[in-house]
């Protein structure tokens, strides 16, 4: 199993920034990548972006490209999302995963972090 728990959410005014971490353990070692998703208010849960552990080859959604950056440490497992420029519409709790394979769903999931942007 591998637990995740993600922290560093807020409330922040629109063009400020933010960044929420995510700190796994367990057999975080049968984990190949790390994702961030998140889940608007009435909205279903969306990607936003990934990592892998090995490379740091990294992937975003459209919407958050070029103001979210993915970053990871390997020796404390920790994944981190540096949230830039942000928007009222990014307000959504954050969501954390890890997947086994390079490919398909996620298997682990954190409990999620409360990221609130006012305009």
């Known amino acids: 199993q591998v637990q995740l728990v993600e922290s560093g959410g807020g409330l922040v005014q629109a063009g400020g920034s933010l960044r929420v971490s995510c700190a796994a353990s367990?057999?975080?070692?049968?984990?190949?990548?790390m994702g961030w998703f998140r889940q608007a208010p009435g909205k279903e849960r969306e990607f936003v972006a990934r990592i892998s552990w090995i490379g740091g080859i990294t992937y975003y959604a459209d919407s958050v490209k070029g103001r979210f950056t993915i970053s990871s440490d390997n020796t404390k497992k920790t994944v981190y999302l540096q949230m830039n420029s942000l928007k009222p519409e990014d307000t959504a709790v954050y969501y954390c995963?890890?997947?086994?394979?390079?490919?398909?769903?996620?298997?682990?999931w954190g409990q999620g972090s409360q990221v609130t942007v006012s305009s």
């Open positions: 367990g057999r975080t070692f049968s984990t190949s990548t």
């Open positions: 995963a890890a997947r086994r394979g390079n490919f398909g769903g996620y298997d682990y």
